[in-house]
Structures are given as structure tokens and as C-alpha cells.
């Protein structure tokens, strides 16, 4: 066993700076009203004795966690199979190490985590959540703003609005939300370039796997898709489009799917990579070789997943690590400067202005399979 070392107290980097009780604790929990001499001192006093100070306590003066809350409405096998989440969680992290906060991931399996979820958050744990891969019927954006909490969405919210699903069941508490803050990418006109693309490849047969379609980027992109072939003749074969779930083994099944459907096809617009990844596989094994029979389009431009596949595959790159960016920092924009332990103002690049959208661009990647 070890013996526990006595950590340095308020008190003790007050005797060290000569200044009183009261004037450690307003530097140090980022209060104003101290003269800049008097800061300096403390400064040095931290950093000489090393005084880290207490979080709860610091918290009952700060009114603040410095903690963010990251819920993924998938299951965690979904989450840790995904290289999308792992590049958008290295983003949000990467701006909430940059303020000094700690990121608190939080996933749900099932409805009974979004109890669990919401409970946590209106605990008062956290200063804020940012919430990414909702589904169209998902409890959870009632739950969180029941919770009181200020949250930034991944992904253009479907409550409500047109763009959902056809046919769809709209949330009981589609009228409740209104000015949400989200970040997207530009969906529908990233499917757009896609297909008009292979269009311009002199492809005719043009076929497209979506996504899940109770997700809105999902939507979008068959929307983008249908946008382009309605201006292209013979395009608006409905067997042409089959609906999967953004993996890899939704792919295969729908790629399969449309060989039996239109053996006559001679391209494909993937929802996103991972769909691409199970369709070239299947392409493969049927003996179509890429690009000469059929030509293959992905979505996300998930490197080194895209630059790998045979051949390497030509997709929409959207900037995922830089949405979770963005995310984590439009949900810190409204907060006060914080100090950390020494008494220094933290600086960070400039916030955005205040918005309830942000949509990011998107690119078309030329690589070999189209």
C-alpha cells in the first residue's frame, strides 16, 4: 500500500501569495474583480505547490461542469464498428481538450437507455449534449429538452419538416422543437455530384442504395439522387432504388437485391462507404468488374477505408471530424471564458456566430471505381 499524499489546499496557496482565502478562489474559479498583480501571484502560487482544484466544489461557484455529454442513439456495436462515429467523436474531442472540458459518451441499446440517458443529463452533470444519429421517431429530443440541457445535433433534425421519410410517423413532439442548433453536410447536393457524375460517365442504369431511411441524411440523398434522374431519360425505374442501413452487410444484401431485380445495371450510388464496401464485394463475386460493368459511388470519403478498397473508391467526402468539431464548439460558444487551475484566461479560436444551422459543403473524390 501507499501512503495517500495530502493535496494542497485554498488556504495553503493563499499563504504562499499572501492574498486572502477568498481572493485564490476567485482567480482560480475564473471570477473578475482581482487586480492583475494580485492574479500573477496566485498564478505562481498554483503552479509551485501544483494545487489542481476540487471539481464539485469548484462547481457550486462556477455554476459550470466543464463536462459535455456525446449521446450516439446506436447501439454500441453499431458505434465501435463505424469509422464514421470514431472520426466524429475525434473531433468533438478534440475541441473540448482545446477548452479544457471532458467528454462523456453516453450510447443507447434500446428504450430503456433513454430513460437512463435522460435522467443523467437532468441530473446536472454536464454543462451541455451534443447528439448525433438520431432516428425520425426517437424519444430522445423531448427527453433532452425536458432535461433542460443545451444541445447541438449531428444531422439535420426531421421533426415535423418535409423531408422525412414518405409515409412516415411524425413525433408526438414535433411541434416542440423549434431553432435547434445543428451540423450537417450538404446531403442532398453532395448525392447530387454523385450521380451526375456517373450520369456523365454515360452510365443509363443508375441505381442507388440508401441508407436508413428513418434518418435524414438518408433522405436527402435519395433525394439528391432522384433530383438527377428525373432530368435523365429512362431513369425513374422505382426497382432501381433499395433501401439498406448504412453497413457494410446491408450492402451485400441490397447490392444482391438489385442484380436480381436489373442484372442490366451499370452503376451504383452508395449511400455511404461501408454500403459501397458490401456492394463491391458482391459485384466481385458475380464476376462485374469495376468500373467497366458497373461503376461505384460511396458517401463520406472515410479514409483509408475508401483509398483501400478494390479498386480504391470514388465518393463524396464530407469533413466528419470537422462537424464533431464545430459541434462541440458551437455548444461551448455561448459560455463565459473560463480560467484553468493557475488563474490564466483560457483562449480558443473564435466562435462561430450564434445559428441554428450549420451545413458543410461537400466534395467529389475521383478514385478508380468510378
Known amino acids: 500500500m501507499t501512503e495517500a499524499v495530502s493535496r494542497p489546499t485554498l488556504e495553503a496557496v493563499a499563504a504562499r501569495a499572501g492574498v486572502s482565502r ?172 454523385a450521380v451526375r457524375h456517373l450520369v456523365g460517365l454515360g452510365r443509363r442504369r443508375v441505381a442507388h442504395i440508401t441508407g436508413a431511411l428513418d434518418q435524414t441524411s438518408a433522405v436527402d440523398r435519395l433525394d439528391g439522387y432522384r433530383d438527377v434522374m428525373a432530368e435523365t431519360p429512362g431513369g425513374g425505374d422505382p426497382r432501381l432504388v433499395v433501401e439498406s442501413d448504412f453497413t457494410p452487410a446491408g450492402g451485400e444484401r441490397a447490392m444482391r437485391e438489385l442484380l436480381e431485380r436489373c442484372p442490366d445495371v451499370d452503376a451504383v450510388f452508395a449511400a455511404n462507404d461501408l454500403t459501397a464496401l458490401g456492394a463491391l464485394r458482391v459485384l466481385r463475386e458475380s464476376g462485374r468488374r469495376v468500373p467497366a460493368d458497373v461503376a461505384v459511388i460511396g458517401f463520406d470519403d472515410m479514409v483509408p477505408l475508401a483509398e483501400q478498397t478494390d479498386p480504391p473508391l470514388t465518393t463524396v467526402r464530407q469533413e466528419i471530424e470537422e462537424m464533431g468539431r464545430l459541434m462541440a464548439r458551437l455548444l461551448l460558444s455561448g459560455r463565459p471564458a473560463a480560467r484553468d487551475r493557475t488563474g490564466t484566461r483560457q483562449t480558443s479560436a473564435p466562435s462561430p456566430a450564434p445559428a441554428t444551422d450549420v451545413i458543410l459543403p461537400t466534395t467529389l473524390i475521383r478514385r478508380a471505381s468510378a
Open 22 to 193: 477568498a481572493t485564490v478562489s476567485r482567480v482560480v474559479n475564473g471570477g473578475d474583480g482581482v487586480r492583475e498583480p494580485l492574479v500573477e501571484r496566485v498564478r505562481q502560487a498554483v503552479e509551485e505547490l501544483g494545487y489542481v482544484p476540487n471539481q464539485a466544489a469548484r462547481s457550486l461557484v462556477t455554476k459550470r461542469h466543464d463536462a459535455v455529454a456525446v449521446v450516439i442513439a446506436e447501439p454500441e456495436s453499431r458505434v465501435f464498428a463505424d469509422p464514421f462515429f470514431a472520426l466524429q467523436l475525434r473531433g468533438i474531442s478534440k475541441e473540448l481538450t482545446a477548452q479544457d472540458n471532458q467528454l462523456v459518451l453516453l450510447l443507447t441499446e434500446g428504450r430503456d437507455d433513454h430513460a437512463r440517458v435522460a435522467r443523467y443529463l437532468a441530473g446536472g452533470h454536464v454543462d451541455g449534449a451534443l447528439v448525433f444519429s438520431l432516428h425520425l421517431d426517437d424519444p430522445l429530443p423531448g427527453l433532452i429538452q425536458d432535461a433542460g440541457v443545451p444541445t447541438v445535433f449531428g444531422g439535420r433534425p426531421g421533426w415535423g419538416d418535409d423531408g422525412g421519410t414518405p409515409g412516415s410517423a411524425r413525433t408526438a413532439a414535433a411541434g416542440r422543437h423549434r431553432g435547434v442548433v445543428y451540423v450537417d453536410c450538404d446531403n442532398r447536393g453532395g448525392a447530387r455530384a
